[in-house]
């Protein structure tokens, strides 16, 4: 008896131990995609209501330039820093390349004019995705700070 319970033990740990059967899809199965094709708005982005909001000054503690290695480049702008309050909502402005071609991106935050909120700074850390440009040497500016160069 001993031994029939010891072998049903060792039995079902061993099926325990084996892999699942890894499952796959028919060929004929249509595969469909629930994106609705529209580009999401970055939380960063200014928005039209922005212009019944409170306009404050972010401070930015640390800016890296990222580019990606891809046809055709990809430029990305890592911000981190602080907000005023917790109540501030940061705002990334980034504009399109003057004739010199130069990036300027403006940094701020924004917050309902009579909120109430708690006066201590807010860390927040974002990346920024400015796109691909065109052939050229580009300069890159944040708040009136250079931040760093590329060629595209």
Request: aromatic share 6%; charged share 15%; hydrophobic share 40%.
């Amino acid at each position: 008896m001993k031994l029939l319970v010891v072998m049903i033990t060792l039995t079902l740990l061993a099926s325990a131990c084996v892999a699942d059967l890894p499952t796959t899809t028919p060929p004929d199965t249509v595969v469909t995609s629930s994106s609705t094709g529209e580009i999401p708005v970055p939380p960063y982005a200014p928005l039209p209501s922005d212009s019944k909001l409170e306009q404050a000054k972010v401070f930015i503690e640390e800016s890296d330039l990222l580019i990606r290695e891809s046809y055709p480049v990809q430029i990305a702008l890592s911000i981190v820093g602080n907000l005023p309050t917790p109540c501030h909502q940061l705002r990334v402005r980034v504009g399109e390349p003057d004739a010199a071609n130069n990036i300027i991106l403006e940094a701020y935050s924004v917050s309902e004019p009579n909120a109430m909120c708690i006066q201590v700074l807010h860390p927040f850390s974002e990346i920024i995705e400015m796109g691909t440009f065109p052939s050229g040497h580009y300069t890159v500016w944040l708040n009136g700070t250079q931040v760093g160069e590329f060629d595209s």
